[in-house]
């Protein structure tokens, strides 16, 4: 296994970290994601330990907390050996305080993670949400009590606009405050926004990119083919309309770009989607998820050897998509790529 930095903190995390989002199996997401329980996760744990994969991430949304809680159970007696990245800010409940990054909510969000988790401490605390209705002085103020504390050790961010982040760590630059190392995101082969903006701000704020659903909300796992439905058993079927889209055309595109660089290369179409993944700029790990052991040892399989250039190109074409204002004019026009070339 990879070991890579996260962003600008010296913490050091597996190229690959599992996601434990099929843990639990509560409610109407969830539960098409999966349903591990207890000794199901332990035995998912011990290969990816096996495998030097030593982030698990989670969230408390996930599961309604269930994903925490198994998690918690089967690292039990292992804590030493894994780091644990969760996420709070969406709803928990229908109270008023129930969502958001208050300092109410976070520190009460934190003390119940913690139970759940059965642990003393998160070693990657992530807020799941921009909340607009909270001063940012007061999130990055609560963060650092936290890790002032020992309850949190690293903290980072999820799924945020480019200038969320960045008045967020510009904040707590001002105040000596706890920045964010890390910005969970959504990147694959079919969602390549995150290049426009905030895969700059990555760079040039050294922010690790910690990517969610490397296979597209399942459309990337090799079953999806043109011309044929969606077949038996996809998650598809009870959660597209949760995922980010895709236009048809194209994802037929990449997943035929997909099979014939898997075909050269004797790897999964999984694999080579997340082994593109892995070469792109700022990417300290791509979580993986599996509902079974079989699934899981194929996501292994996407590290230990890297595509060729000619390869990368391929899927770079097949999955290109031209980006939206401002963005556009850098690709298109001499001038403005010279003043600022897009970073890939």
């Known amino acids: 296994m990879e070991y890579r930095t996260l962003g600008a903190s010296g913490l050091k995390v597996p190229a690959l970290s599992f996601g434990t989002g099929t843990f639990g199996g509560k409610g109407p997401l969830f539960s098409a994601w999966g349903n591990s329980d207890v000794d199901d996760a332990r035995r998912l744990i011990d290969i990816c330990l096996e495998a030097g994969v030593t982030l698990f991430d989670t969230a408390d949304v996930y599961s309604d907390g269930g994903s925490e809680e198994v998690l918690g159970a089967a690292i039990r007696g292992r804590r030493d050996k894994v780091l644990i990245s969760t996420k709070t800010g969406l709803p928990m409940g229908d109270g008023p305080n129930d969502a958001g990054l208050s300092r109410h909510r976070l520190i009460g969000a934190v003390e119940a993670a913690l139970r759940r988790l059965g642990t003393d401490y998160i070693d990657l605390l992530q807020l799941h949400a921009f909340d607009a209705f909270t001063p940012v002085e007061e999130v990055l103020h609560t963060l650092d009590t936290l890790v002032r504390a020992g309850k949190v050790r690293h903290v980072g961010a999820s799924n945020f606009a480019g200038w969320q982040l960045m008045k967020s760590l510009a904040i707590a630059d001002r105040h000596g405050w706890p920045r964010h190392v890390v910005h969970q995101v959504y990147y694959s082969l079919t969602g390549r926004d995150y290049e426009w903006e905030l895969m700059p701000l990555g760079l040039d704020q050294k922010v690790g990119a910690l990517v969610w659903s490397?296979?597209?909300?399942?459309?990337?796992?090799?079953?999806?083919?043109?011309?044929?439905?969606?077949?038996?058993?996809?998650?598809?079927?009870?959660?597209?309309?949760?995922?980010?889209?895709?236009?048809?055309?194209?994802?037929?595109?990449?997943?035929?770009?997909?099979?014939?660089?898997?075909?050269?290369?004797?790897?999964?179409?999984?694999?080579?989607?997340?082994?593109?993944?892995?070469?792109?700029?700022?990417?300290?790990?791509?979580?993986?998820?599996?509902?079974?052991?079989?699934?899981?040892?194929?996501?292994?399989?996407?590290?230990?050897?890297?595509?060729?250039?000619?390869?990368?190109?391929?899927?770079?074409?097949?999955?290109?998509?031209?980006?939206?204002?401002?963005?556009?004019?850098?690709?298109?026009?001499?001038?403005?790529?010279?003043?600022?070339?897009?970073?890939?």
């Not at 204002?325 to 001499?334: D, I, K, N, S």
């Open 214 to 344: 490397p296979l597209g909300w399942g459309r990337l796992t090799g079953k999806i083919r043109r011309g044929q439905p969606i077949p038996q058993g996809s998650r598809l079927h009870e959660t597209a309309q949760w995922g980010p889209p895709v236009e048809e055309d194209r994802l037929y595109r990449i997943v035929d770009a997909l099979d014939a660089v898997a075909a050269e290369t004797g790897r999964s179409v999984p694999q080579v989607a997340i082994a593109w993944l892995l070469a792109r700029p700022t990417v300290s790990s791509v979580i993986v998820g599996a509902r079974n052991e079989a699934q899981l040892r194929d996501n292994l399989g996407a590290v230990g050897w890297t595509l060729e250039p000619g390869q990368i190109t391929r899927l770079d074409a097949a999955s290109d998509v031209m980006p939206a204002y401002p963005y556009y004019p850098y690709r298109t026009q001499e001038g403005f790529a010279r003043l600022n070339p897009m970073p890939i």
